[in-house]
């Protein structure tokens, strides 16, 4: 997958990008809430996206240590990924590169519920960006640890698989649990009342999905004669393994959807 960007700085030596279309999301959003609210809502998306790009950097750093080093991390408006060089076919590797995303999430929500409690009434609008932030944490942490794939739950379920039945077959599997799971957010989101930003995470964790068969499928099968690819394409493989991406994406990390200036009104009452 290809997102074009504009580099924030780096951490770890990893450039952090920001996706344009999220430069014109938040001013849109901002001009939606009361001038005096500004500043607490900046420094709240801030910390949101802060923390997105925390979890992905923690996936990039074990991928490192693997020998996978990664080549940026995005900052899209539904959430962030890490694109890797490479995935470690170690299975053990890649469940702990999977697990390093949720672990830093769940650090964070600890240190942000931290910082809540002892913020308390001596500054409430730092206690109220801490409040979010431990709970968009958290739920970051949960959502990604769902086993459907590509989520970083998805990818210990591909990594515990793929001793038994190879990675070939575990990574099909694993797709196809992934898109399911995809499918039934994408109509949940467009249901009433509609939540469009569900509906796009479904509609970005197919595509991933697929992209990541197709990627998989066309390194095992790169060489093969047709009789032998040929139970490996088609509807069910969701076409030519050869049409690739050229990266690993690891990610993206949804977000609480909860107004954050209805937490604030909520907090104050």
């Given amino acids: ?58 996936h990039s750093l074990v991928s490192a240590a693997f020998g996978c080093p990664a080549r940026d991390i995005v900052l899209l408006p539904i959430g962030g990924v890490a694109r890797l060089a490479c995935l470690p076919r170690n299975p053990r590797h890649e469940m ?35 409040d979010l932030l431990a709970s968009v944490n958290l739920s970051l942490a949960l959502f990604n640890l769902i086993p459907s794939f590509p989520l970083d739950g998805g990818r210990i379920f591909r990594a515990w698989l793929s001793p038994k039945i190879g990675r070939l077959l575990a990574t099909r599997i694993a797709s196809w649990i992934g898109q399911g799971f995809a499918l ?31 990627q998989t499928a066309a390194t095992a099968l790169r060489g093969a004669s047709p009789d032998d690819a040929a139970p490996w394409l088609g509807p069910l493989g969701w076409g030519d393994p050869r049409r690739i991406d050229d990266d690993v994406v690891v990610g993206p990390p949804p977000y609480a959807r909860r107004s954050f200036f209805a937490r604030w009104r909520d907090r104050g009452r």
Avoid at 115 to 121: K, L
Avoid at 187 to 196: A, D, S
């Fill in 1 to 58: 997958m290809h997102f074009s960007g504009y580099t924030l700085g780096r951490v770890a030596g990893i450039p952090i990008r920001v996706h344009g279309s999220l430069l014109i999301l938040l001013p849109l959003m901002l001009l939606q809430v009361p001038l005096s609210l500004w500043p607490v809502g900046l420094a709240a998306a801030a910390g949101l996206f802060g923390s997105i790009a925390l979890h992905e950097v923690g």
């Fill in 96 to 130: 702990w590169i999977a697990a390093a995303g949720p672990a830093v999430s769940l650090g964070l929500a600890g240190g942000f519920t931290l910082v809540d409690a002892v913020s308390g009434r001596a500054a409430p609008a730092l206690a109220a960006v801490a």
């Fill in 184 to 214: 039934l957010l994408v109509v949940w989101g467009l249901l009433p009342p509609m939540r469009l930003m569900t509906a796009a995470i479904g509609f970005f964790l197919f595509h991933a999905a697929g992209a990541e068969w197709r």
